[in-house]
């Protein structure tokens, strides 16, 4: 990962849209190339820091190479598109990201979560966050520090929990998931592979429906377990049964005999790969695409 580097002496830019002695000139599209133009010296950039667009400014704070004096005023610019470039810019500072992480926007404090520069520092700010969905996102990271899964599998929020159980690797953070009361955070552990035979089995006679049915769509069975879901009362558990991918074919041509004969019929005209069942996703809510769209206004101001 690189670093920002402060930059000083008299190093200067002569390319277009910029003057001889390193002033930018000319109208925001020429500067704007210049922001985006590889060749910039990192004097220009932190000239164009300063910039009256928007968009040269945003241009600048996506730019890995970009200096930390022009990086600096750019995590506290008005304009919260270009917060949010900096926020997702790799190269950006520690100390910079724990200002983002905690910015009014939360499309801003969204793309920190995102950033791999993120440390434990950063990472113990967003397990402390009131934005449940900040703390969500923490709940995805694969190498969580131990300490805070523990903290988010006691998170008041059954999302947080939800999408914990269903991205930890911990085994311990697994067991304490198990027991947890709310049914949508055990079908989150049913989605998890890190899961063992054991826990697939309790899962696999979990009171709940939508846990089964997502147990029997993510992940492989035992043989037993499959046997008990063939009788399962839920006419959804066996429908998940006959048309998932994960399950064997002499467990699905039991299930040509099926009392539903939409469960039958199903199971009797299953093709490998022919997209049979719908994947189960965990929700994610951390990144957004350019430009227009629910929840985010129009492009970035010039």
Avoid at 116 to 122: G, H, I, M, Q
Avoid at 160 to 172: G, I, K, M, N, Q
Avoid at 199 to 222: G, I
Wanted: charged share 30%; hydrophobic share 40%; glycine share 8%.
């Amino acid at each position: 990962m690189g670093k920002q580097q402060d930059v000083g002496g008299p190093d200067r830019h002569s390319g277009s849209g910029v003057a001889a002695d390193g002033t930018t000139g000319g109208g925001v599209d020429a500067r704007l190339a210049v922001a985006q133009d590889p060749a910039t010296t990192q004097m220009t950039l932190i000239d164009l820091a300063s910039d009256p667009s928007a968009v040269v400014r945003k241009a600048v704070a996506a730019r890995t190479d970009a200096p930390a004096q022009a990086l600096r005023p750019l995590a506290r610019d008005h304009d919260r598109h270009v917060r949010e470039a900096v926020a997702r810019n790799p190269t950006t500072s520690i100390g910079n990201l724990l200002l983002l992480v905690k910015d009014a926007d939360r499309w801003v404090r969204w793309a920190v979560a995102g950033n791999p520069a993120c440390n434990e520092s950063v990472r113990r700010v967003m397990s402390e966050a009131p934005d449940k969905e900040l703390r969500g996102l923490l709940a995805e990271t694969r190498d969580l520090e131990p300490e805070l899964a523990a903290r988010l599998a006691d998170d008041v929020s059954p999302e947080v929990r939800e999408r914990l159980a269903t991205h930890t690797h911990d085994p311990d953070v697994i067991t304490v998931l198990m027991a947890d009361r709310t049914a949508r955070v055990r079908k989150g552990l049913a989605r998890n592979p890190r899961t063992t035979a054991a826990q697939r089995s309790a899962l696999a006679q979990d009171p709940v429906v939508d846990v089964r049915v997502a147990l029997v769509l993510a992940v492989e069975l035992d043989d037993a377990d499959l046997r008990r879901l063939v009788d399962d009362r839920s006419v959804q558990v066996r429908m998940a049964l006959a048309t998932s991918e994960m399950v064997p074919p002499h467990i699905r041509q039991a299930l040509g005999n099926d009392p539903d004969e939409m469960v039958a019929g199903a199971a009797r005209n299953f093709r490998p790969g022919a997209g049979n069942a719908a994947v189960v996703r965990a929700p994610r809510i951390g990144h957004r695409a350019s430009g227009t769209g629910r929840g985010r206004p129009g492009g970035t101001r010039r």
